[in-house]
């Protein structure tokens, strides 16, 4: 009976030093993928964000006219930019007036992250089908209206100029050029159209392009995952005031 007991005790020190040892291994790994899921966490409810907000905008442009060019500055309602005023869906709401980083782009719905008008961009297109083909495009001569593209100092819209223009959204968070057209381009918005739709519609694209900063910024994630990160969300919706032609009165 001593000789079991001695040998039961002497199996068990080395068994609880190994177990401190494998914690010990293992517990960086176990924190590792705990503040990995917690930052995964942030990232999809920014992505989420960035979605709903372009829905928003979409939603507006709808039931509005296209052809509008009143004045860049999301606080006046009664002088309509039909794409400036659609992108102003994105600012911080009024009294969060110390998250925006423009006075003139503030008055919308988003409480929740901040624009930096260096990097993001929100690109706005309407497009006119007549039959099941895209007729034409707006705003000209670009086809696109890109926010990044808006002169605050002067009050003045790049997008009808020609010249170089800023064009955020081509570029990755870091300046590198990685696209050369908004996401819905013509091709793209004549093969989700149905032949046997009613033909000559109005449609409005609506773009969000985000660098997303991470939360924690836990070094090892940082060097596979690019910090920023660019989030991209897209949105198309009718626009009757695009069609062709006047919707016919029953």
Known sequence: MYQFLKRFTQKKKPTRGQSFVELALVLPILLLMLLGLVEVSFFIGRYLDVLDLSRE???FASVRDPFATGDLNCSTTNDLNFFYDTSCMM???????????NAQYCNGFNPYLTLDLSKDD???????????????????????????NVDFDNNADLN?????????FLKDC??????????????????????????NKGFVAVEVYYCYEQVLGIPIITDFIPNPLQIRAY?????????PTPTPIP
């Not at 600012?91 to 007036?97: T, V």
């Not at 949105?235 to 069609?243: E, F, V």
Request: net charge negative; proline share 11%.
């Open 160 to 168: 009808l100029t020609n010249g170089a223009l800023p064009n955020n």
């Open 235 to 243: 949105t198309i919706m009718p626009l009757p005031a695009a069609q």
């Open 174 to 199: 870091e300046g590198n050029g990685i696209r050369t057209e908004p996401h819905y381009t013509e091709s793209l918005v004549e093969s989700l159209l149905l032949s046997a739709a009613p033909a």
């Open 57 to 59: 905008a979409a939603r």
């Open 122 to 148: 929100v690109v706005i297109t309407a497009f006119t089908i007549s039959g099941n083909l895209i007729s034409d495009q707006y705003p000209h001569p670009n086809g696109y209206w890109a926010l990044s």
């Open 91 to 101: 600012s911080p709401p009024s009294e969060m007036a110390a998250s925006c980083t």
